[in-house]
């Protein structure tokens, strides 16, 4: 055997849509980290029907890199239909462990290790009940791994008991296929590959958890009360989540009375519009969609930006235009969510990278939709939003929540008047009331026609350019209430790269990669728009900005140069999406590629 590779590998399994090797991944996940060790999930999952391809890989990485690697370090076989594309996904040296029952026989390769594994018939061997033979050869593999790799069997047995807690029958036989993986491993695969996993101490007070269930329990602690949503891959289990929390904190123990509402609309269209009418009420109301919603959204968003009601849409993205890939990754709708709807706006947008900030982020769209009296897009991903993610806990704030400039009776009777669409302060925002309140003052006409300082009808064209012009002072006013970008400035670096978003994760690795190389680099991450000074003078500060994110056309690229001006020539776009979250030497690839031509 070769010198030891220790806590440096990555793992990927190959099976089918809806073979049940969800928990046995997760088992295998959740193992590595309760032993220390930084990792990072991917699970790649088809959007058709069951019986179609699935990978799920693990990245382990000693200095915390646990974005995508290109290329794989050992491939679990199980799928004859994808036996050529894993051969071709395995890094030279590699290890394929495979089904032996198979004849898989064509396109071998000599640079590779072959670990064949008779998993059926250790199944059967082994349980006599059909179904549960199926379900317990992914734990068979799941031993495999845990011999070849060093697993601590005494974690994976913490682990097999948390997962399974209330069946302990269940316990016994994932746990007995687990051990007959283990034996046969033992008694007939002899170990030639250098990969090994050994216990660190990296992940303490650290959770392993998903985006969309941290941001939906960040949208129960944000004091969200409503939720309005139609079913679309990626954002469907943030609203799931959300409704769970709801009945877990929402219902008065005593009574059984739910403080909250949910609405499974006919469309997205129907769902902000309910969510506005909710908003209007003096709810803090929520929606989630994927690009296609989003699409249909754009009426109802221009009605809601143009009358200045609060609401929150979540944008999980995936793989556009159209239908695209459901179940692929991008940053495709950044530039269309900014500006969505006709006519002139600008949204807007959180950026969360990770799943502390879907739980931060979700908490704070509320107070700043509140405060703002606009839509606030969080735009979240597939990749961030789905996948496991090993995550600092959560610290919820301890602030109160900010309404914003509500009005109440009290409120009038000391103004003395009130117009709703009156720049009293200058900011922008104007003062709202609610519904309901019991002031002569208080109602006025909501409508997404032209209207003055008072809500009435006029088409006036000095009304109208003042009206707009308040607008875009308010969206001016966002940068003092949206996140400010983070900086990690390098002494001496005259390269600056600026990313956002699940891009970040492959950020570190790219600057230890291209530091090796030569260049020295500082970062930036944006983490909402409107983004503040600190993005103009990081250009500044910088020869060449190079703006790495996930979609084919630059789309962030170019909102930053329209804000910047003539710094805006030290910009250089890499932008590459394929549906997978990018890796690092691909990044490093088109950076260097780049350089070269500044020479």
């Known amino acids: 055997m070769s010198q030891s590779i220790i ?72 799928n004859p239909a994808t036996w050529s594309d894993d051969l071709k996904s395995v890094k030279k040296g590699g290890v394929m462990i ?16 072959f670990y064949p594994v008779p998993f059926k018939k250790l199944a059967e061997e082994n349980f006599t009940e059909v179904k549960l033979r199926k379900l317990l050869t992914n734990m068979i593999y799941v031993g495999v791994l845990t ?54 101490d990296q992940n303490k007070n650290k959770i392993v958890i998903d985006g969309n269930t941290a ?104 793989v556009g235009p159209s239908t695209g890939l459901p179940t692929r990754t991008a940053q495709g709708d950044i530039e269309s969510t900014h500006r969505l709807s006709h006519g002139d706006k600008q949204h807007p947008l959180l950026l969360p990278a990770n799943p502390v900030e879907c739980f931060d982020f979700a908490q704070s769209a509320f107070d700043l939709a509140d405060r703002l009296q606009t839509p606030v897009f969080v735009m979240s991903d597939l990749d961030l939003g789905m996948n496991q993610w090993v995550s600092d806990k959560f610290k919820p704030s301890d602030k109160p929540l900010d309404r914003g400039k509500v009005l109440d009776a009290a409120g009038l009777s000391k103004a003395g008047t009130f117009g709703r669409y009156r720049d009293v302060d200058g900011d922008g925002i104007c003062y709202r009331t609610l519904p309901g309140t019991d002031h002569p003052m208080a109602s006025y006409f909501v409508r997404g026609s032209g209207h003055n300082e008072d809500a009435k009808y006029t088409e006036k064209a000095d009304d109208y350019a003042r009206l707009m012009d308040r607008l875009k002072k308010k969206y001016a006013t966002a940068k003092n209430y949206v996140p400010k970008s983070v900086t990690q400035l390098d002494s ?8 956002y978003g699940s ?60 804000e910047i001006g003539e710094l805006s020539l030290k910009a ?22 780049k350089e070269k031509g500044q020479a």
């Open 98 to 113: 495979y089904n032996s029952e198979y004849p898989l026989t064509s396109g071998l390769r000599d640079d590779l290790l």
């Open 492 to 499: 001496g670096a005259k390269v600056g790269i600026l990313a």
């Open 215 to 318: 941001a939906a329990l960040g949208c129960v602690y944000g004091g969200c009360s409503f939720v309005s949503w139609y079913p679309i891959t990626p954002s469907s289990s943030l609203c799931e989540a959300t409704i769970d929390y709801f009945e877990e904190l929402r219902v008065d123990p005593a009574t059984g009375k739910k403080n909250f509402a949910v609405v499974q609309a006919e469309d997205e269209l129907a769902a902000l519009g309910m969510a506005l009418g909710a908003g209007w009420a003096g709810a803090r109301a929520m929606t989630a969609t994927s690009g296609p919603g989003i699409s249909l959204m754009a009426e109802f968003t221009g009605f809601v930006y143009f009358t200045e009601i609060p609401a929150v849409i979540f944008d999980i993205q995936r």
């Open 147 to 200: 011999e070849l790799l060093g697993i601590d069997v005494d974690v994976l047995k913490t682990v097999v008991n948390d997962s399974f807690a209330s069946k302990q029958k269940v316990v016994e036989s994932n746990f007995k296929a687990i051990q007959v993986g283990i034996e046969y491993a033992k008694a007939n695969i002899k170990k030639t590959d250098p990969y090994r996993v050994e216990k660190m």
């Open 572 to 593: 250089k776009s890499v932008a590459y999406t394929d549906g997978l979250p990018l890796d690092a030497h691909t990044v490093v690839e088109k950076i260097l590629s």
């Open 503 to 562: 891009t970040d994760l492959v950020i570190p690795e790219v600057r230890e990669l291209l530091k090796a190389q030569g260049l020295k680099t500082s970062y930036l991450r944006l983490r909402a728009l409107p983004f503040g000074d600190e993005v103009t003078q990081f250009f500044k500060d910088h020869d060449r900005v190079y703006i790495v994110e996930q979609n084919r056309d630059g789309q962030m690229d170019r909102i930053v140069r329209l």
């Open 7 to 78: 806590n440096d590998c990555s793992i990927t399994v190959a099976t089918v849509n809806g073979s049940g090797s969800q928990s046995a991944n997760n088992i295998l996940l959740k193992t590595l980290f309760r032993m220390g060790i930084p990792v990072g999930a991917k699970n790649l999952f088809p959007s058709n029907i069951q019986g179609l391809p699935t990978w799920y890989t693990i990245r382990v990485n000693k200095n915390g890199f646990t974005a995508r690697k290109r290329d794989l370090d050992i491939c679990v076989a199980l």
